[in-house]
């Protein structure tokens, strides 16, 4: 005889008629009520219309009692339990302490959970009490552990440990709640507080996660919170550098902040707190005066009552790169590769642009060119420029241009811009009839600094240009962004009509090229270049690479192709350091605490052709002792790339110097600069952060409290664990009383009676 008691009961109907039939008695159950209704409707003594109506009404509950058979079903059923998951924050920041002198962080939580033990005992029977520690990762602990063990030198990042503890919520335990036992010292996802999309993600737990704070708001300490500064600046121009700092317990308090580049002050400052927490903006504005990356620490003073020290500090690496680049834009007329090429230069805010009009050329009206204001729109200062300042600009381009007055002594001016161009200056020539046209024959001089030769008149058939192999991966024709290849950008560029036929001379490099035209059984060459001397010159052999800037605006946007192709052409020919043939860059160039320091070297041949097994040497040089602490050494791959790695420095500034070699050859030497930060983003910031806090609490239907607290609150929001029916059931049928039958027939009874007696039968 099976014994097992029932726990549970439920109301259930026993009429062993279908739902339907059920529905369709009950409808005329109520419309006989409703017509009992309508017919005592006029009875004029309000009296007796309720009474009739009450009783008709109460006839057809009856009846309809006896019509679905209630009873009651008495059932077996077990409850599941739920999880209860316990986060304690052991991230690096709760090794800070309460108050100052006092326990640390960690202690406060492992004390409030050895209180709250059995208030979580007592919940056994529900659930299932897991406590875990994250700083992120989730790993299980104790109250002892805690007590034990300091924190870990992690990260605060509460939404991922709540969204990992939510994911062991399948299968038949469910998460019934958590409690977040944390400072609130977030600084990932909620560092910016519970907003927007987290405030969603939070929403999307399900689940209440009810928050202890630990630690008090009331430290004393200094911060250097956000550095905010370009990435690059130019050299010789102001650059505006906008530091926030926080303080805590210096109200009415000035405080120096120094700005320092590589140890040398650069600028300084007094601050003064107005209140025991408050947040103050500080620009430092100065003019870098050498190019190249440094590193600049923004430094308040160590007070000895400060709950943290090493957030006083904070260094930034900045890229310091040359002024503007000073340009000279002499063109024979007006047309709309010279409209196109002007308007770009004009609105590039890192050039510096002159340009003239030469409107006349030897085959216009001979004879009549001898006053040199006939030959521009102003007169043109021929000897200024070409002699007296020549020298102040970076680059000098000739578009559609040839010299036109043979008074001038053209020779001697084609033999500055000859000279300028072997002492480092940089010239560009642009296709036209002009330059590689009718003029090349009256500028032999100049003609030797440029990477081709005239070699016949200009074909005047459309094509598109076409990159050579040189081109793939030379600086100047590099387009290569998101997933486009170089090859397949320029590939998508309208074609254009006609070019200059030229042949390139023995050590130029042809980047671009005509598909058809050829000359010696050579493709002509379109894009060249090559070093003379010291500088570097560029033909362009066509007046019509304007077409370039119209192209398809794929994916929405358009490739900027022309621009992108003009900019590195400048940046190529006044040797930006990032074009040199060994850059090396930090990688990162700001490193945390305790990381490693690594460094990307890229080396390349004199041809840009990447130097497969480059030996490469990089030392680690102390900006404060101008010492190497650290050699690192390796050999590059087939893409000329290698990336080392330092053991983990003591924090400060650093250069990173390298040097290639590939056999005897020398690949060229680099540096780059990088800042080892005393303390992350976790020990930036002794504060605790109440208001997250709370935020998470409301947003998720949990409830926000502060330790210390004497046990675990009775008020805690949980889920109730699900009720499951083991499969025992009796049912105990309640409508065959025979008092049930009297009531139905005397509540009948009476309202026939009483209708008879008022006239309605």
């Known amino acids: 005889m099976d014994t097992t008691p029932f726990n549970a009961w439920k109301l259930v109907s026993l009429s062993p008629l279908p739902v339907w039939a059920l529905v369709l008695m009950g409808v005329g159950l109520a419309l006989g009520v409703g017509l009992a209704a309508w017919g005592v409707r006029r009875e004029p003594a309000r009296l007796r219309r309720w009474a009739l109506w009450t009783l008709r009404a109460g006839a057809g509950l009856a009846a309809l009692f006896f019509l679905l058979e209630p009873g009651i079903r008495n059932l077996q059923v077990a409850r599941m339990k739920n999880r209860l998951a316990v986060l304690v924050d052991r991230s690096a920041s709760m090794n800070f302490p309460v108050e100052p002198g006092g326990v640390t962080r960690s202690a406060q939580a492992a004390a409030f959970l050895e209180k709250a033990a059995p208030g979580l005992a007592g919940l056994n029977d529900r ?57 609130g010292a977030d600084n990932v996802e909620l560092a910016g507080g519970a907003v927007g999309r987290a405030r969603a993600a939070l929403a999307d737990l399900n689940v209440p996660v009810s928050t202890f704070l630990v630690g008090r708001e009331a430290l004393k300490d200094l911060a250097v919170e956000r550095v905010k500064v370009d990435d690059f600046a130019f050299v010789r121009n102001s650059i505006t550098v906008e530091v926030e700092v926080h303080g805590r317990g210096f109200s009415g308090q000035d405080v120096p902040v120094v700005l320092k580049q590589e140890g040398k002050v650069v600028a300084s400052k007094s601050v003064r707190f107005e209140s025991s927490d408050d947040v103050k903006p500080v620009g430092f504005t100065f003019t870098p005066d050498q190019t190249g990356r440094f590193v600049y620490t923004v430094s308040m003073p160590v007070f000895p009552d400060e709950a943290v020290g090493d957030n006083n500090t904070r260094s930034f690496v900045l890229k310091v790169i040359r002024d503007r680049v000073r340009v000279l834009l002499v063109v024979g007329r007006p047309s709309w590769d010279e409209r196109f090429l002007r308007g770009l230069l004009r609105q590039d805010a890192n050039v510096d642009l002159v340009s003239f009009y030469i409107l006349r050329t030897m085959s216009d009206e001979p004879g009549v060119v001898s006053q040199e204001r006939e030959l521009s729109l102003i007169p043109f200062p021929m000897e200024e420029i070409f002699d007296t300042k020549l020298d102040t600009f970076d680059v000098v381009i000739f578009q559609n241009f040839g010299y036109t007055d043979t008074s001038l002594s053209i020779a001697q001016y084609e033999r500055n811009l000859e000279r300028y161009v072997h002492n480092g200056g940089a010239l560009v020539m642009i296709g036209g009839d002009s330059v590689l046209g009718e003029g090349r024959a009256s500028m032999p001089t100049l003609y030797e600094t440029l990477p081709v030769e005239g070699a016949g008149p200009a074909n005047v058939e459309p094509f598109k240009a076409r990159l050579t192999p040189e081109g793939m991966r030379h600086p100047v024709t590099a387009m290569a962004s998101g997933g486009a290849s170089t090859e397949t950008v320029w590939a998508d560029l309208p074609a254009i009509p006609g070019a200059n036929q030229t042949r390139a001379k023995p050590g130029a490099t042809v980047l671009m090229d005509h598909p058809f035209m050829t000359v010696d059984g050579k493709n002509a060459p379109l894009v060249s270049v090559w070093d003379y001397g010291r500088g570097r010159s560029m033909v362009v052999g066509t007046d019509a690479s304007w077409y370039w800037a119209f192209t398809s605006h794929k994916g929405g946007s358009p490739s900027r192709a022309y621009d992108r192709f003009w900019s590195n052409a400048l940046r190529w020919l006044v040797r930006d350091p990032d074009l040199t043939t060994l850059n090396v860059t930090a990688d990162p160039p700001s490193v945390e605490p305790g990381k490693a320091v690594g460094v990307v070297v890229s080396s390349r041949t004199s041809d840009y052709q990447p130097a497969q097994d480059a030996q490469v040497r990089v030392e680690l040089v102390s900006v404060d002792t101008q010492k190497p602490v650290a050699v690192q050494t390796g050999q590059t791959g087939p893409d000329g790339v290698v990336r080392l790695e330092f053991a983990p420095p003591a924090p400060g500034p650093y250069k990173l110097v390298a040097t290639a070699k590939k056999g005897e050859t020398d690949l060229g030497k680099g540096e780059d600069a990088v800042a080892v930060r005393a303390v992350g983003p976790e020990l930036s910031d002794a504060s605790v952060r109440p208001e997250l806090m709370e935020q998470i609490a409301k947003y998720t239907g949990g409830k926000a409290f502060r330790l210390p607290m004497n046990g675990l609150p009775d008020d805690v929001p949980l889920l109730d664990p699900p009720v499951v029916e083991v499969g025992r059931a009796k049912d105990r049928p309640l409508w065959d009383r025979w008092y049930y039958l009297v009531a139905l027939v005397g509540l009948l009874g009476t309202e026939w009676f009483l209708r008879r007696r008022f006239g309605y039968v």
Not at 149 to 163: C, H, I, N
Request: net charge negative; hydrophobic share 40%; aromatic share 6%.
């Open 127 to 183: 659930y299932t009490v897991e406590v875990y520690g994250f700083d992120p990762e989730l790993s299980p602990t104790s109250a002892e552990a805690l007590a034990k063990e300091p924190a870990r030198a992690g990260t605060s990042d509460l939404l991922s440990a709540l969204r990992s503890v939510g994911a062991g919520a399948q299968g038949a335990k469910k998460l019934g709640g958590v409690l977040l036992v944390s400072d």
